[in-house]
């Protein structure tokens, strides 16, 4: 949970470096906390729906962590714009963020390993 605060905590941060734990801990909470608001709308029949809205809410902080990510990895943030190729871009993207940090600083920061 400790991550996924952190990341709220910057929630509109696009410089710097994000582990990989920080990046794929938010991705599971949010997909978590999403699914059970999807639970709730369907119990509720809400036409507008919660799930929507928290998508709302989380997609500026997913976008800078995705970001920052990338800059772990020493790649600029205009490859976030590869999700735009069909099925290959996605699966790119799924790639990078599995990668390992760049070892030492880069262009982007310090390590977030090291800190």
Request: glycine share 8%; aromatic share 12%; hydrophobic share 55%.
């Amino acid at each position: 949970m400790q991550w996924y605060v952190e990341v709220l905590k910057k929630y509109a941060t696009f410089s710097g470096r994000a582990r990989r734990k920080e990046y794929w801990m938010f991705a599971l909470i949010s997909a978590v906390i999403s699914l059970l608001l999807g639970v709730v709308d369907n119990l509720l029949g809400l036409p507008f729906g919660l799930q929507v809205i928290y998508s709302l809410l989380v997609l500026i902080p997913g976008l800078a962590v995705c970001v920052r990510r990338l800059h772990d990895i020493g790649r600029s943030a205009w490859w976030l714009l590869i999700v735009l190729v069909p099925l290959v871009g996605a699966i790119v993207l799924l790639v990078f963020a599995c990668l390992d940090s760049q070892e030492g600083s880069n262009k982007y920061g310090p390590n977030p390993k090291t800190l």
